[in-house]
Nanobody, 126 residues
Framework: QVTLIESGGGQVQAGGSLRLSCEAS????????MGWFRQAPGQEREFVAA????????TYADSGKGRFTISKDNAKNTVYLQMNSLKPEDTAHYYC???????????????????WGQGTQVTVSS
């Protein structure tokens, strides 16, 4: 069992920045991969970024490339999502999730993930 708690959301003007955090507790193993997703009202859950707990390799959705950076702190069991140059279309509820066995080719698929946090709201005003 893994528990995920997100924080760092809020309201920001377009062009601003936010850093989301996701603290994991429970049985954390080195071969986990963790991802960030977002979901706007009436929209499907959308992949944002993912990172390997083992080697730190990362993957991003096109929507965040060049603006978002995912990172981790193993000592704190925490994954971060640094979001810069935010746009109104980034407004959504952001979730972190962990996959126990998901391969790199499946990280963008929400069904690959085994545990989810409650999420944190990000609102970007124009």
């Amino acid at each position: 069992q893994v528990t995920l708690i997100e924080s760092g959301g809020g309201q920001v003007q377009a062009g601003g920045s936010l850093r989301l955090s996701c603290e994991a507790s429970g049985r954390i193993f080195e071969n986990y991969k963790m991802g960030w997703f977002r979901q706007a009202p009436g929209q499907e859950r959308e992949f944002v970024a993912a990172i390997s707990w083992t080697n730190g390799s990362t993957t991003y959705a096109d929507s965040g490339k060049g603006r978002f950076t995912i990172s981790k702190d193993n000592a704190k069991n925490t994954v971060y999502l640094q979001m810069n140059s935010l746009k109104p279309e980034d407004t959504a509820h952001y979730y972190c999730a962990v996959t126990l066995f998901g391969g790199y080719d499946a990280l963008s698929n929400p069904s690959s993930y085994d545990f989810w946090g409650q999420g944190t709201q990000v609102t970007v005003s124009s």
